[in-house]
């Protein structure tokens, strides 16, 4: 499924879009896959995508600044 984001496979195309988007702006952000586990109401396991975006903005490091 293209659009399903829950697998090892969709996370990782998630993971490149959201790294290609916010490095195209300048930004250096940080995404991480973690294998979650098996969850019955999806009757499968799952992938969390997280990143060190707030609120969906790059926080601003000391390389912003130099």
């Known amino acids: 499924m293209k659009g399903d984001y829950c697998t ?15 490095a195209d702006r300048g930004h250096n952000v940080r995404v991480n896959l973690i294998q979650g586990g098996f969850l019955a ?12 975006l707030i609120n969906g903005v790059p926080t601003r490091s000391s390389e912003d600044f130099a």
């Open 41 to 52: 109401s999806m009757r499968s396991a799952r992938t969390d995508v997280r990143s060190n």
């Open 8 to 22: 090892r496979e969709g996370a990782e195309r998630l993971k490149e879009q959201i790294e290609a988007y916010w």
